[in-house]
């Protein structure tokens, strides 16, 4: 991990207000238009959790900010979460409890057994992890998930019909190109076949904007929300078509 994401989440990225993170003010969006989509959308994860099983690997959980995050682990006997910030850890435990079992360390760095969890959730996680190191990354949560199993990963892709449009229009030149606040690098959708000797991947739609971009395009009014409820019905329904030219696909490996 880049010391920037380790700083940023060790010293501010935790810090509230009244209601929410730094981190959840800088890359969520929050208005009350949203808020019915981006609430559908984490449920969205559930649709691929198993009913049921024993154990549960929350990787770089965060301190589970959103209500949720909580419900991904309700039909499982523990919960492991697994951060390098001890706020997030802190945080996780006071929601978590007994029901959890907590590493605040580098992932790559702990022991596990092979075939141990019945689930692997990481959301948002796999892309701020060093380039080189997302391959072992995404290796190790195989070898320690049941035969079966799902890991579901929220990732993002870099080739969106959005930032395609940017270049066509020339928005990336130097004046406007964003400075990224934390380390961030993501593979093309094809770099995760690479896996399939292992796993059987596929890839669907978490979200199809980045929170930035869904504040440009959408109103904070009746026709912002109305438009999420649009943008929703047709991920649902296109899921393969928005997974492919959207930002934030659910890369879902099943191991073999």
Known sequence: LSMDIYKFYNEIGWKKNKINSIDAQLFEDLRPCAKNYVSKCRKKIKKYIPKKGTNLLDFASGPIQYAEYLS???????????????????????????????????????????????????LHTIYHINKKDQKKTVEKMIDITKKGKPIIIVYSNPNTLVSKIKNVLKFNNRNIKDKKLLYFYCHPLNWWKQFNDKASVEVFIWRSFSSQHQKIIFPDNYIGKLMFDLLFFFENKFSKFFSKNFQYPIILLTKK
């Open 72 to 122: 991904y682990s309700k039909n499982f006997n523990t919960r492991h979460c697994v951060d390098f910030s001890k706020t997030a850890i802190r945080e996780a435990k006071s929601k978590i409890k007994k029901r959890g079992k907590y590493y605040c360390k580098d992932f790559l760095k702990i022991n596990f057994k092979k075939n141990f969890f019945d689930c692997v959730i990481s």
